[in-house]
């Protein structure tokens, strides 16, 4: 050790000594003030120009016009003149322990969350004991992250469409997966796509009388009609919504499920699957259409269509790969060989015809999602990472884009992601909007959001119930992430 490293006692007393009087004597931090920004409060207000917003801990403590607005003594403070403030981001869909843990919640998803003003997620698919380890440790303040709400396993019929699963085969095992779950401190039950009819309808009675909503997949066996009647209260992915605006659902729904030939070849199979979509979009009508979205609103069924997956990997095309795309570098590489197993299986040895279908069915998707905006039905935004291309925090944005495409206003994607997901979680009284007493999650950008939603990715400043992250730290978060993907 070189002299110049030591410290002599004497200094380092003195130090110390320096250190506890500029504590006592400095005035105490007393929160946070954005002074003199552009407020886009999440309400669907029209802005509130030249206001400043007060944060104390961990909530809202003010807003007000900058002028008449009190900034607490000793408070931090940003000046938001030219920037514009929308409450925190949620995404409604999404797997936190889908990418190998511990490191791939913690080191990967996390700081992609923050760095994309997300503040709140909805975990549709993973262990409770590892959903509620990470919870727990964001709860305690060990570590900075998004406010987590959770499914637990999927109850599915067999063999299970994913995993974790838990396999239900009739009503019995169906209401015991319910109250286990349910013991075991889920928020949601999520129901999943190979679920039969008897062991569906007895979820949706246990999950009522147990007072837990079921969400999810409309399973392959039922229509989304009656997915909505019998009280599911979330639809992802838009799951059996095509087929209920086929005239001729029945048929395809039969051919759907109708085991295929054996022996039947790769080709073969791609033929089949082809077909059957073509005959799904040339059947489509409007009328089922507007009756099914009639159907949702009647039942209250919340859509969440997670359009970053079905673009790219339900119906991917070579125009929406992302092989090349610059932000790939923060996906950890073996998660990138995975991703690769499911983008050749889902482009080798398909043609133009069936991109150019697969492109139809998303303009059929966002037609249908415009028609369920324009009715007052609500839409929450969501992106089902870290699904195979559907890259964490940054597929939120590229959702919101899709939802503006579909019809919806800037604002009104805003609020998909912001008041409506508060609204479907009961906690309206705590988040979603800025207000006084509100949680301090929140979210200030460098250009307006309802001039252009992608807007909301030029992010200067992210408070997270509290927490300030400002620019540099949300770059350092990204350093951080690219720096683990290259290395895993």
Partial sequence: MSKSTIRPPFAFLFLVACIALSSCSSPHLAGIAITHVTLIDGTGAAPKTDFTVIVEGARITATGPSASTHIPHGAKTIDGSGKFLIPGL???????TGAGEPGGSREFIIPLLLANG???VRDMGGSVEGLKQLREEINSGKRVGPQI????????????????????????????????????????IKVQSRLLPEPYYAIAREAKKQEIRFVGHVPDSITATAASEAGQSSIEHLTGVLLDCSTREEQLRQRQLTPPPKHETKAQANARDRQWTKDLLDSFSDERADKLVQTFLAHQTWQVPTFPVLVHIGFLTPKTDLKNDPKMKYVPKKLQEMWQQGRDEQLDHRGDEEFALRAEAIQRLLQVVG???????PVMAGTDSAAPNVIPGFSLHEDLAYLV??????????????????????RSAEQGTIATGKRSDLVLLDANPLDDIHNAEKISTVILYGKLLERGDLDALLTDVEQYASSH
């Avoid at 949620?90 to 936190?96: E, G, K």
């Avoid at 495409?405 to 009961?426: I, R, S, V, Y």
Wanted: no cysteine; hydrophobic share 45%; proline share 8%.
């Fill in 90 to 96: 949620a995404d409604m869909h999404i797997h936190l």
């Fill in 118 to 120: 997300i503040t709140t």
């Fill in 149 to 188: 709400f959770f499914t637990g396993p999927y109850l599915d019929g067999n063999p299970p469409s994913s995993q974790p699963s838990i396999v239900v085969q009739n009503a019995a095992e169906a209401t015991a997966a319910v109250d286990q779950l349910k013991r075991e401190g889920v928020d949601f």
């Fill in 371 to 377: 028609k369920m905006s324009a009715a007052g039905l």
């Fill in 405 to 426: 495409q579909a019809g919806m206003t800037p604002m009104q994607a805003l609020q998909a992601a912001t008041a409506k997901p508060a609204e479907f979680l009961h």
